[in-house]
């Protein structure tokens, strides 16, 4: 998958990117919003963190450190954080 590096790109347009890999990799019967929490809401484990993450960093060509995962906890926290390691001015 081409990387998109280096382009500005708005939260909305991030998640809008994201959300069909979460509805794919997730059961949940709510409205996924940026607010829903992997663990409580989405019932992730260590492993499907893993495995999303890695589908992020190959959709976004991006690397996250492992010790960045430990702030991740919602959807937004994602969002937020795919977007400051994918603008430009990094």
């Not at 409205?31 to 409580?40: G, N, P, Q, V």
């Not at 890695?54 to 795919?82: A, R, W």
Request: proline share 6%.
């Amino acid at each position: 998958m081409v990387g998109i590096k280096g382009v500005i790109q708005l939260p909305e347009s991030i998640f809008a990117k994201i959300k069909p890999v979460l509805e794919e990799q997730f059961i949940f019967e709510g409205e996924l919003t940026l607010k829903t929490r992997f663990l409580e809401d989405l019932g992730a484990d260590s492993l499907d963190i893993v495995q999303l993450l890695s589908d992020l960093e190959d959709m976004f060509d991006i690397k996250m450190p492992p010790e960045d995962l430990v702030n991740i906890q919602t959807v937004g926290d994602i969002v937020d954080y795919i977007a400051r390691h994918t603008s430009p001015a990094q």
